[in-house]
């Protein structure tokens, strides 16, 4: 059982940057390709961005392509999202993901290929 706590979410203003860091424990965690998701109110939750276990493949949502990064340390257990030219329209609960995968290079997309998530952080950008 693999337990994920978000942390870094806060009220930015429309422009500023963020970076969300997510904790695990409880698993291996080089054994998981990683994906950080977010859900504004009344949306559905969509995908953000996704790291494979190793060799640092990326992928991104086309909406966030270009302004969130993310990364991950294997030896510290985190992945982390650097979120930079924060708009109004980022404003959501990210949530952090973890999936089993056999594949080094895979990145999971979809919130179904994920088997743990974290309780979310709130992250809020002012106009």
């Known amino acids: 059982q693999v337990q994920l706590v978000e942390s870094g979410g806060g009220l930015v203003q429309a422009g500023g940057s963020l970076r969300l860091s997510c904790a695990a424990s409880?698993?291996?965690?080089?054994?998981?390709?990683m994906g950080w998701f977010r859900q504004a109110p009344g949306k559905e939750r969509e995908f953000v961005a996704a790291i494979s276990r190793s060799l640092g493949r990326t992928g991104y949502a086309a909406s966030v392509k270009g302004r969130f990064t993310i990364s991950r340390d294997n030896p510290k257990n985190k992945v982390y999202l650097q979120m930079d030219n924060l708009k109004s329209e980022d404003t959501a609960v990210y949530y952090c993901?973890?999936?089993?995968?056999?594949?080094?290079?895979?990145?999971?997309?979809?919130?179904?290929?994920?088997?743990?998530w974290g309780q979310g952080t709130q992250v809020t950008v002012s106009p």
């Open positions: 993901a973890a999936g089993g995968t056999l594949s080094l290079m895979s990145l999971h997309i979809l919130a179904s290929d994920y088997d743990y």
């Open positions: 409880g698993g291996t965690f080089s054994n998981y390709a």
